[in-house]
């Protein structure tokens, strides 16, 4: 059963930034992907990153101000968040597939094994 460690989250003013990691167990490398759920809303798809290549995947909410990295001594991924925003308020959970080929990536469907979330607050 693969696990997967969320940490960073935390309480951050508009503007400020926060990284978080997903700590993934086992020795595959997996396609991974974060997702956030806001209080009364749908998870929705954040980033994601392939496992062969590093290619990313964004929402258009979050371009060119959230950034998706892995590094896989660490079999550890990563999501800098820059410039938040009070809308960016949410819980993130990562996310991991085995399987290797790019489609619905945006899909929670697709993805084999969960975090447990971790709490990001963005106050205005």
């Known amino acids: 059963q693969v696990q997967l460690v969320e940490s960073g989250g935390g309480l951050v003013q508009a503007g400020g930034s926060l990284r978080l990691s997903c700590a993934a167990s086992?020795?595959?490398?997996?396609?991974m992907a974060w997702f956030r759920q806001a209080p009364g809303k749908e998870r929705e798809f954040v980033a994601a990153?392939?496992?062969?290549?590093?290619?990313?995947y964004y929402a258009d909410s979050v371009k060119g101000r959230f950034t998706i990295y892995r590094d896989y001594a660490k079999n550890t991924a990563y999501l800098q968040m820059n410039s938040l925003k009070p809308e960016s308020t949410a819980v993130y959970f990562c996310?991991?597939?085995?399987?290797?080929?790019?489609?619905?990536?945006?899909?929670?469907?697709?993805?084999?094994?969960w975090g447990q979330g971790t709490q990001v607050t963005v106050s205005s």
């Open positions: 996310a991991a597939s085995l399987a290797a080929q790019a489609m619905g990536v945006p899909e929670a469907g697709r993805y084999d094994y």
């Open positions: 086992g020795r595959s490398r997996y396609f």
């Open positions: 990153i392939t496992s062969i290549g590093g290619n990313t």
